[in-house]
Antibody
C-alpha cells in the first residue's frame, strides 16, 4: 500500500526558510524510474508544480521558483525534503508531495493529504 | 514554460447530463517517443487530486468509463457522459512533456 505524508511547520514568518518533509511507504526511491515531487495549492487557487527528484538523484525545479527551492532525498529513511527560502505571504498554500511510479510515466499517481503552510508575521 | 488554459472555469450540470471541459496548451504535447503527455485530475472537495486520465485518453485504474479524454497536439477535451453527484469538484488538466504545468481548474457543480 502506497502512502505519502507531508510534515513541517504550519506557520512561518516572512523571509524565513521553509523545510518540508515527505515520508512515504509502499515503494522505494531507489527503484529505477521512481520519482517524488512537490506541488502546492494556494487557498482557493490552482495547483502549481514545484520540484521533482528521481531515483538517480536528478533534480528538476519550477522555472519561476528554482532560485528558492532545494529538493533532496534520504532513501534509507524513505523521505524527500523540500526547502524554500525567503518565504513570503504569497507562498501561503497547501503543499503536497506525490509520486511518479515509473520513468516512462510522467503522471502523479499517489498524493499525500497535503500540509497547509501559512506565511505571516 | 508551457501554459495550460482550461475552459470553462465553472460548470453547473444536471445529474445524468453530459459535461465537457476543454484544455489548450501553448505548445504541442506530442513527444518524439509518440506519446502525448496530457493528463486529467479531479480534486474533490477537501481531498487531494486524483488521476482520471493519462496520455490523453487512457483511464487510470478504477476510473469509471463515463469519463473519457480526447484530443491531440495542443487541444484536448475531457468528457463526462452522464454526470453523477460524486463527480463534483475541480478538474485540472496537466502537461508533463516539459516539466509539469496545471491548468487553472474547472469547477463542476450539480444543479
Amino acid at each position: 500500500q502506497v502512502t505519502l505524508r507531508e510534515s513541517g511547520p504550519a506557520l512561518v514568518k516572512p523571509t524565513q526558510t521553509l523545510t518540508l518533509t515527505c515520508t512515504f511507504s509502499g515503494f522505494s526511491l531507489s527503484t529505477s524510474g521512481m520519482c517524488v515531487s512537490w506541488i502546492r495549492q494556494p487557498p482557493g487557487k490552482a495547483l502549481e508544480w514545484l520540484a521533482l527528484i528521481d531515483w538517480d538523484d536528478d533534480k528538476y525545479y519550477s522555472t519561476s521558483l528554482k532560485t528558492r527551492l532545494t529538493i533532496s532525498k534520504d532513501t534509507s529513511k524513505n523521505q524527500v525534503v523540500l526547502t524554500m527560502t525567503n518565504m513570503d505571504p504569497v507562498d501561503t498554500a497547501t503543499y503536497y508531495c506525490a509520486r511518479i511510479p515509473r520513468g516512462e510515466q510522467r503522471y502523479f499517481d499517489y498524493w499525500g493529504q497535503g500540509t497547509l503552510v501559512t506565511v505571516s508575521s | 514554460d508551457i501554459v495550460m488554459t482550461q475552459t470553462p472555469l465553472s460548470l453547473s450540470v444536471t445529474p445524468g447530463q453530459p459535461a465537457s471541459i476543454s484544455c489548450k496548451s501553448s505548445q504541442s504535447l506530442l513527444h518524439s517517443d509518440g506519446k502525448t503527455y496530457l493528463y486529467w485530475y479531479l480534486q474533490k472537495p477537501g481531498q487531494s487530486p486524483q488521476l482520471l486520465i493519462y496520455e490523453v485518453s487512457s483511464r487510470f485504474s478504477g476510473v469509471p468509463d463515463r469519463f473519457s479524454g480526447s484530443g491531440s497536439g495542443t487541444d484536448f477535451t475531457l468528457k463526462i457522459s452522464r454526470v453523477e453527484a460524486e463527480d463534483v469538484g475541480v478538474y485540472y488538466c496537466m502537461q508533463g512533456i516539459h516539466l509539469w504545468t496545471f491548468g487553472q481548474g474547472t469547477k463542476v457543480e450539480i444543479k
